[in-house]
């Protein structure tokens, strides 16, 4: 791998979560400022801006680093053996460091101070355990993906998103770089400081059973439908 070809990789990275988060907290203040105070309303702008904007940052980032955004996956994929532990943590630190600028940048787009306390509590071990059923969900949903739809898999993590924003208690942060910036926001989309490690802990908790049960029932062997599809991820280290 040239010097050249791992800067991009990281850039598309921190870029890329960037701009996700970005649009996580800059939707949600929007979605505050214009709602009137209907939180149903407010979450369900918030939820179809992030969901848009994961199809379109997979879709352009894949083919440059497999478009992880987040340390759960590049975890999982680390597991699978298809990220070098080197490479697994120069992504975990680029997608963090992108997470807190794209929060900045949010906060600088709607004239709001830069640096905020989040106040939003989300404690409780039932929002813990939403983390954990959300990050799982996640993985399951990109490892599926790789297997059988290389091709479907921005539109299946965008749509599984849209959906877990809704059936999970917690609002599916899935992501501990996205967990991390949003600590740092005091809108709508924020997290308490005190919250943010009991999540991180439940999102990271679900990469070896993820890894463990996706193994099992997308094995190569399985014989359905005749097809075999065994690419690697778009962000495989080779």
Not at 33 to 40: H, I, V
Request: net charge neutral; aromatic share 12%; charged share 10%.
């Amino acid at each position: 791998m040239t010097r050249d070809h791992l800067f991009r990789r990281l850039f598309a990275e921190w870029f890329g979560t960037l701009a996700l988060v970005a649009t996580v907290v800059g939707s949600g203040i929007m979605a505050e400022t214009l709602a009137n105070n209907n939180l149903a309303l407010a979450l369900l702008g918030n939820t179809i801006a992030t969901g848009a904007i994961l199809v379109v940052l997979i879709t352009m980032l894949g083919p440059v680093s497999g478009a992880h955004f987040n340390p759960a996956v590049s975890a999982a994929f680390l597991l699978r053996g298809d990220l070098s532990a080197r490479m697994a943590a120069f992504y975990i630190i680029c997608q963090i460091a992108g997470g807190i600028c794209g929060t900045l940048l949010a906060h600088w787009m709607f004239a709001a101070p830069l640096l905020q306390e989040a106040t939003h509590l989300r404690s409780g071990l039932t929002q813990y355990g939403s983390e954990w059923v959300a990050t799982f969900g996640l993985l399951m949903v990109i490892f599926g993906g790789v297997k059988y739809r290389a091709d479907a898999v921005a539109w299946m993590v965008g749509l599984y998103i849209t959906a877990a924003y809704w059936f999970t208690a917690s609002t599916s942060f899935a992501n501990p770089a996205v967990t991390i910036a949003r600590s740092l926001t005091d809108s709508f989309s924020g997290i308490h400081m005190g919250d943010m490690p009991f999540f991180i802990l439940a999102q990271m908790l679900a990469v070896w059973p993820a890894c463990r049960l996706a193994g099992w029932l997308f094995a190569a062997d399985n014989g359905v439908g005749g097809a075999d599809n065994t690419d690697k991820a778009g962000g495989s280290d080779t």
